[in-house]
Protein backbone atom coordinates (compact mmCIF):
# COMPACT_ATOMS: atom_id res chain seq x y z
CA UNK A 1 0.00 0.00 0.00
CA UNK A 2 1.66 3.09 -1.22
CA UNK A 3 0.65 6.45 0.85
CA UNK A 4 -3.09 5.33 1.89
CA UNK A 5 -4.37 4.59 5.03
CA UNK A 6 -7.68 2.36 4.63
CA UNK A 7 -9.28 2.30 8.36
CA UNK A 8 -11.77 -0.97 8.15
CA UNK A 9 -11.49 -2.46 11.76
CA UNK A 10 -10.74 -0.38 15.07
CA UNK A 11 -9.72 2.44 14.91
CA UNK A 12 -5.84 3.18 16.20
CA UNK A 13 -4.10 6.56 16.59
CA UNK A 14 -0.86 4.98 15.57
CA UNK A 15 -2.82 3.54 12.08
CA UNK A 16 -3.68 6.97 11.10
CA UNK A 17 -0.98 8.97 11.27
CA UNK A 18 2.38 9.49 13.49
CA UNK A 19 1.80 13.36 13.24
CA UNK A 20 -1.08 16.22 13.09
CA UNK A 21 -1.58 17.94 9.99
CA UNK A 22 -3.85 21.15 8.41
CA UNK A 23 -4.02 18.61 5.51
CA UNK A 24 -3.63 15.18 5.25
CA UNK A 25 -2.39 12.64 2.35
CA UNK A 26 -5.06 9.75 1.78
CA UNK A 27 -7.01 8.43 4.10
CA UNK A 28 -9.91 5.94 3.34
CA UNK A 29 -12.88 4.51 6.02
CA UNK A 30 -14.84 1.25 4.95
CA UNK A 31 -18.05 0.44 7.20
CA UNK A 32 -17.10 2.38 10.06
CA UNK A 33 -18.96 4.02 12.12
CA UNK A 34 -19.39 7.98 11.72
CA UNK A 35 -18.31 8.35 15.40
CA UNK A 36 -15.11 6.31 14.52
CA UNK A 37 -14.72 8.21 11.52
CA UNK A 38 -14.72 11.43 13.52
CA UNK A 39 -12.84 10.49 15.96
CA UNK A 40 -10.40 9.15 13.34
CA UNK A 41 -10.25 12.78 11.73
CA UNK A 42 -10.04 14.52 15.00
CA UNK A 43 -6.69 12.95 16.14
CA UNK A 44 -5.98 13.12 12.12
CA UNK A 45 -6.07 16.92 11.89
CA UNK A 46 -5.14 17.69 15.94
CA UNK A 47 -8.91 19.29 16.23
CA UNK A 48 -11.53 18.34 18.97
CA UNK A 49 -14.85 17.14 17.25
CA UNK A 50 -17.38 15.81 19.14
CA UNK A 51 -20.25 14.16 18.17
CA UNK A 52 -23.59 14.59 19.96
CA UNK A 53 -26.24 11.66 20.70
CA UNK A 54 -28.04 12.43 17.21
CA UNK A 55 -25.63 10.80 15.53
CA UNK A 56 -25.16 7.38 14.48
CA UNK A 57 -25.02 5.04 11.41
CA UNK A 58 -21.93 3.63 9.22
CA UNK A 59 -20.08 5.34 6.22
CA UNK A 60 -17.34 4.87 4.14
CA UNK A 61 -15.19 7.51 2.50
CA UNK A 62 -11.62 8.67 0.86
CA UNK A 63 -10.16 11.71 1.59
CA UNK A 64 -7.65 13.26 -0.24
CA UNK A 65 -5.64 16.69 -0.06
CA UNK A 66 -7.90 17.97 2.49
CA UNK A 67 -7.88 20.06 5.05
CA UNK A 68 -10.23 19.52 7.53
CA UNK A 69 -13.29 22.36 6.52
CA UNK A 70 -13.32 19.87 2.95
CA UNK A 71 -13.03 16.63 4.48
CA UNK A 72 -16.10 17.34 7.14
CA UNK A 73 -17.99 18.99 3.94
CA UNK A 74 -17.06 15.72 2.25
CA UNK A 75 -18.42 13.24 4.44
CA UNK A 76 -21.88 14.97 6.56
CA UNK A 77 -24.13 15.98 3.99
CA UNK A 78 -24.72 12.44 2.59
CA UNK A 79 -25.88 11.78 6.09
CA UNK A 80 -27.64 14.82 7.10
CA UNK A 81 -25.09 16.02 9.45
CA UNK A 82 -24.02 19.40 9.94
CA UNK A 83 -20.99 20.80 11.79
CA UNK A 84 -20.07 23.74 12.91
CA UNK A 85 -17.31 25.69 15.45
CA UNK A 86 -17.25 26.60 19.43
CA UNK A 87 -14.20 27.83 20.30
CA UNK A 88 -11.42 25.14 20.00
CA UNK A 89 -14.26 22.35 19.50
CA UNK A 90 -16.25 21.34 16.36
CA UNK A 91 -19.60 19.89 17.05
CA UNK A 92 -21.20 17.80 14.98
CA UNK A 93 -25.04 17.08 14.93
CA UNK A 94 -28.08 16.13 12.86
CA UNK A 95 -29.50 19.14 14.51
CA UNK A 96 -28.22 22.70 14.12
CA UNK A 97 -29.91 25.90 15.66
CA UNK A 98 -28.35 29.23 15.35
CA UNK A 99 -29.67 32.23 16.78
CA UNK A 100 -31.24 35.17 14.64
CA UNK A 101 -31.01 38.17 16.17
CA UNK A 102 -32.69 40.21 12.94
CA UNK A 103 -35.40 37.84 12.72
CA UNK A 104 -36.04 37.19 16.48
CA UNK A 105 -35.98 33.61 16.42
CA UNK A 106 -33.91 30.61 14.95
CA UNK A 107 -32.47 29.41 11.96
CA UNK A 108 -33.04 25.58 12.07
CA UNK A 109 -31.64 22.66 10.26
CA UNK A 110 -32.83 19.40 11.17
CA UNK A 111 -32.70 16.00 9.12
CA UNK A 112 -34.90 12.95 9.89
CA UNK A 113 -34.66 13.84 13.55
CA UNK A 114 -36.12 12.60 16.62
CA UNK A 115 -39.21 15.34 17.40
CA UNK A 116 -38.29 15.17 21.02
CA UNK A 117 -34.99 15.99 20.85
CA UNK A 118 -35.48 18.75 18.36
CA UNK A 119 -38.05 20.52 20.82
CA UNK A 120 -36.13 19.66 23.98
CA UNK A 121 -32.95 21.18 21.94
CA UNK A 122 -35.01 24.02 20.82
CA UNK A 123 -36.46 24.64 24.08
CA UNK A 124 -33.13 25.22 25.86
CA UNK A 125 -31.98 27.28 23.09
CA UNK A 126 -35.00 29.36 23.37
CA UNK A 127 -35.51 29.14 26.78
CA UNK A 128 -38.99 28.84 26.33
CA UNK A 129 -41.07 26.25 28.56
CA UNK A 130 -42.33 23.17 26.19
CA UNK A 131 -43.28 19.87 27.72
CA UNK A 132 -43.88 16.85 25.72
CA UNK A 133 -43.58 13.57 25.96
CA UNK A 134 -46.25 12.60 23.00
CA UNK A 135 -44.25 12.39 20.23
CA UNK A 136 -41.72 9.75 20.98
CA UNK A 137 -39.89 7.37 17.83
CA UNK A 138 -41.23 10.13 15.43
CA UNK A 139 -39.28 11.90 13.38
CA UNK A 140 -38.63 15.06 11.35
CA UNK A 141 -37.38 17.45 9.25
CA UNK A 142 -37.27 21.37 9.07
CA UNK A 143 -35.13 23.66 7.84
CA UNK A 144 -36.38 27.13 8.35
CA UNK A 145 -34.91 30.62 9.15
CA UNK A 146 -35.84 32.76 11.84
CA UNK A 147 -38.10 30.08 13.52
CA UNK A 148 -39.89 30.84 16.78
CA UNK A 149 -41.09 28.64 19.36
CA UNK A 150 -44.47 28.92 18.46
CA UNK A 151 -43.65 28.70 14.79
CA UNK A 152 -41.86 25.65 15.18
CA UNK A 153 -44.91 24.02 17.60
CA UNK A 154 -47.37 25.54 14.74
CA UNK A 155 -44.80 23.05 12.54
CA UNK A 156 -45.44 20.56 14.99
CA UNK A 157 -49.17 20.65 14.96
CA UNK A 158 -49.22 20.50 11.34
CA UNK A 159 -46.97 17.61 11.09
CA UNK A 160 -48.84 15.76 13.66
CA UNK A 161 -52.34 16.44 14.17
CA UNK A 162 -53.17 13.49 16.47
CA UNK A 163 -51.38 15.60 19.51
CA UNK A 164 -52.48 18.55 20.94
CA UNK A 165 -50.12 21.46 21.03
CA UNK A 166 -51.73 24.13 23.62
CA UNK A 167 -49.84 27.19 24.94
CA UNK A 168 -50.55 28.44 28.58
CA UNK A 169 -49.22 31.98 28.76
CA UNK A 170 -45.21 31.43 27.86
CA UNK A 171 -45.65 27.60 28.16
CA UNK A 172 -46.38 25.02 25.57
CA UNK A 173 -47.83 21.75 26.28
CA UNK A 174 -47.96 18.72 24.11
CA UNK A 175 -49.95 15.86 24.40
CA UNK A 176 -52.29 13.17 23.18
CA UNK A 177 -55.39 14.21 22.05
CA UNK A 178 -58.90 11.81 22.14
CA UNK A 179 -58.41 9.85 18.84
CA UNK A 180 -62.04 10.49 18.06
CA UNK A 181 -62.45 13.89 19.41
CA UNK A 182 -63.84 16.60 16.99
CA UNK A 183 -61.12 18.44 17.68
CA UNK A 184 -58.28 15.91 16.83
CA UNK A 185 -60.63 15.06 13.09
CA UNK A 186 -60.77 19.11 13.08
CA UNK A 187 -56.43 19.16 13.10
CA UNK A 188 -56.95 16.28 10.65
CA UNK A 189 -58.55 17.90 8.43
CA UNK A 190 -56.89 21.05 8.60
CA UNK A 191 -53.45 19.00 7.93
CA UNK A 192 -54.36 17.58 4.72
CA UNK A 193 -55.58 20.86 3.82
CA UNK A 194 -52.33 22.31 4.07
CA UNK A 195 -50.83 18.90 2.36
CA UNK A 196 -53.16 19.56 -0.11
CA UNK A 197 -51.82 23.21 -1.43
CA UNK A 198 -49.72 23.55 -4.26
CA UNK A 199 -47.77 26.77 -4.83
CA UNK A 200 -48.34 27.76 -9.11
CA UNK A 201 -46.52 30.69 -10.92
CA UNK A 202 -47.52 34.04 -11.14
CA UNK A 203 -49.01 33.58 -7.50
CA UNK A 204 -51.56 31.12 -8.13
CA UNK A 205 -52.08 28.06 -6.30
CA UNK A 206 -53.75 24.51 -6.36
CA UNK A 207 -55.80 23.23 -4.39
CA UNK A 208 -55.74 18.46 -4.48
CA UNK A 209 -58.87 17.35 -2.24
CA UNK A 210 -61.39 15.23 -3.09
CA UNK A 211 -63.10 15.12 0.39
CA UNK A 212 -62.77 18.53 2.31
CA UNK A 213 -64.89 21.39 3.52
CA UNK A 214 -65.32 24.70 2.02
CA UNK A 215 -64.43 26.00 5.28
CA UNK A 216 -60.77 24.25 5.44
CA UNK A 217 -60.22 24.75 2.13
CA UNK A 218 -60.18 28.37 1.83
CA UNK A 219 -58.52 28.54 5.24
CA UNK A 220 -55.49 26.67 3.61
CA UNK A 221 -55.55 28.86 1.01
CA UNK A 222 -55.27 32.10 2.89
CA UNK A 223 -52.78 30.51 4.91
CA UNK A 224 -50.68 29.58 1.81
CA UNK A 225 -51.28 33.41 0.61
CA UNK A 226 -49.93 34.76 3.90
Not at 139 to 159: C, E, F, N, Y
Request: aromatic letters at 6%; glycine letters at 8%; one cysteine or more.
Amino acid sequence: MTGRTILAGVFLAAAVASTVAETVGEVEFRDRPLTDILLALGELYGRSILADDTVSGVASCYLREQELEGALASLLPAHGLYSWEEGDIVRVSRIRLEASPSQGGFDVDAERVDVETLIRRFSEASRTAILSGALRGRTISIHAKGLTPRALMDIVQQRFPDVLVEWTGAACFVRESEPGSAAAAARRERAEAARAITVAPQGCFTLRAVELSFRNAVGALARAAG
